[in-house]
Every structure is written in C-alpha cells, then in structure tokens.
C-alpha cells in the first residue's frame, strides 16, 4: 500500500508557508518531494530522509511528489502547543492540533452555543481550482469583502499543500482558511464543516465562506464515487445554519472525458440528488451552443434549486488578472475558459448578496 523509500536531499527548490518542495536523491534517480515542517521539521540539503513515494509511482497529477514521511537523524522537538484534536486519526502521521470549538480554545465559548451564521453567503463548489476564480468574480464586484475558505477533507488533507491558499492569504483575498473534518493546517481548525462554518463567520468575522475540498479530487467513473459528492452535503450545512448556499456547477468545455462536458455529473449528483436544502444554483449565461448545453443540463436542477443566471461579461478579463495560476485537471483559462467563468460567475452573483 505504501511504497517506502530512503534519499538524500540535494537541494531546496522552493517553500511557501507550511510547505517545502525538495529534490532527492534516490539509488534509481532524483525526485521531487515535499515535506511539511510542522509535522517533520524543516528538511536541509545533506539530511537523509524517509519518503512515501506513492503518488510517484501511480504518476498522479496534482499529488505527483514523493512526500516526507521523517528525517530520522534529526527528529524535531516535540510540540508544546495546547489543543488535543487528533486528525489523521490512527494513521502514522496522526497530528494535534487546537480546535477553535475544543474546550480550551479562546474560541469555545464563542462557538459552544453558536447555532447560525446569519445569513452568510457560502458558496459550495467541487473542485480546489474553483476556489481562486469565485474569489476573482467576487472581488471584482466588491472588493475588501473578508471571505473564508473553509476546507474539506475529501482532497488534500494538510491545508499547507494548496500554494493557491497561501497566496490568497498572503495578500489579504482570504482572511482565513478553516479545516474541517481529517484536514489540517489551516488558520482555524474544526472538527466539522458546521462547526468550520461557524468558526468563519464568528472566529474570522468572515462576509463570506467558500466551502471547497482541498486539491486532490477522487473519482471513480461511477455515479456516486467521488469525492465531491461532499458539496451537496455543504449545502445542507449552510441552510442549517442558516446561510445562504450558493452553489457554484463544474463545467467543462475541454474535458475529454464526456461525464464532465458540459455540466459535470458531479454537480449533478451532488445538488441533484445530496443536497436536500435549497441553494441558488448559478447558470452562467455562456455564448453559443455550449452555453446552451450548460444551461439545458443545469435546468434539470430547477425543481429542487432557485437557478441564477449570471452574465459573464468582463470576467474573462477578471480571471486573466487572478493572483495565483488558474489550472484544473491540468487545462489553465485559455483552455478551459468555461470551467473558471462558471466559479467566476459564483463569485459575480455572491456579491449581490451582501448588504453595504
């Protein structure tokens, strides 16, 4: 299940905060890794490491790195923080971290009763490379809104992997990243999507939360086997709370696979069938047959959803102004347009919804 290396690391190749790529050196060549300081201290060129090489092997696309699993010469010091929240839970790598609603948190009296997010907007999508194009179409129309993206654990489970959050943190788009569930390593941790939730609006004073997993997405070709199923159940989290879901679809107009041409099945299945709570559903208003496709098989959604159609006008040039790379599945804005105008729009509608 695991296949187990040992390298030498030859070189820093760049960091970004929680996070440090490497190169390696292996008896059958060099690699890429990375490795994440705190929870196996900060690899140097010289040190020998003990590495997962995995995703190597299966050549995954957004996982493609051998990931350090110790540096057994130089072990770091044991951790002194509060917190007694355990994710990855009985794995070898089991982590504590301090949950903002765990008792003895600063925050746990905020939240021990906390029951509502007051109307907040949370804008649910499936995939991680939504996240940068909602937050281009929102700021567009609103800039300084304080949005929290409130991470799942269906993807990525260390926050620190997405440089995408990084950057967005760094230059103010995001006021916070909130881990849920087995993620960690974000601002805020949460034992839950609800109790990640309330941490956005009521730790992080979040105008908006975009609730998306984390890089990484899984899927199997079949109906319900895929990880992103979780966003149906991130819209009944926020009705519950009430917030105001809106969800944002997968859209595709260069994925050859047919399943996600158009609108993806997982947008369908997902607000089609999982959410039993009713969201604004955002059908952006794309030009030509296409955009006909989109909007036909969005329809299907109508008798369970409030479908929004959104015009798209300017949020090519929005999205070409993103701070960080704009990239799913591998296709970047030129080559799948449709996919980060569909989030883009999300974000368009979602600042319609805030008071001034």
Not at 181 to 192: I, L, P, R, Y
Not at 266 to 293: E, I, K, M, N, W
Request: charged share 15%; glycine share 12%.
């Amino acid at each position: 299940m695991i296949r187990w290396r040992k390298g030498e690391v030859a070189a820093v190749r760049r960091e970004w905060p929680g996070a440090v790529e490497l190169d390696v050196t292996l008896p059958e060549g060099n690699c890429r890794a990375l490795a994440y300081p705190p929870l196996v201290g900060r690899p140097e060129p010289g040190d020998t490491v003990l590495l997962n090489t995995t995703a190597l092997a299966m050549g995954l696309g957004t996982g493609g790195y051998a990931m350090v699993v110790a540096i057994p010469d130089r072990l770091p010091e044991d951790p002194s923080g509060p917190g007694h929240l355990v994710k990855a839970r009985y794995t070898p790598l089991q982590a504590t971290v301090q949950g903002a609603d765990e008792q003895g948190s600063p925050h746990h009296d905020v939240l021990r009763d906390a029951d509502s997010v007051s109307g907040m907007p949370v804008v649910v999508a499936d995939l991680h490379s939504a996240l940068p194009a909602v937050l281009c179409g929102l700021f567009a129309a609103r800039p300084g809104v304080r949005v929290a993206y409130v991470m799942t654990d269906g993807g990525a489970l260390p926050a620190w992997f997405s440089m995408s959050a990084a950057r967005l943190r760094e230059i103010g788009w995001l006021c916070g990243v909130v881990t849920t569930g087995q993620a960690f390593g974000g601002d805020v941790e949460a034992v839950t999507l609800h109790t990640g939730l309330l941490a956005a609006r009521h730790v992080l004073s979040a105008d908006v939360a975009v609730v998306a997993q984390g890089p990484g997405n899984l899927g199997t070709g079949t109906r319900w086997g895929f990880s992103g199923v979780s966003a149906g159940e991130a819209v009944n989290a926020a009705s519950v709370l009430s917030g105001r879901p809106v969800a944002s679809l997968r859209v595709s107009e260069g994925d050859a696979r047919d399943r996600h041409r158009g609108v993806s099945h997982h947008s369908l299945t997902a607000y089609g069938r999982v959410a039993l709570a009713r969201a604004q559903v955002v059908v952006p208003d794309l030009p030509g047959p296409f955009g006909q496709q989109v909007s036909t098989a969005a329809a299907t959604l109508s008798s369970r959803h409030e479908l929004v159609h959104v015009p798209v006008t300017g949020l090519y040039e929005a999205l070409e102004h993103s701070p960080v790379r704009l990239s799913t599945m591998g296709r970047g804005l030129k080559e799948d347009p449709a996919s980060f105008l569909t989030a883009a729009a999300a974000g368009r509608h979602t600042a319609t919804l805030l008071t001034t």
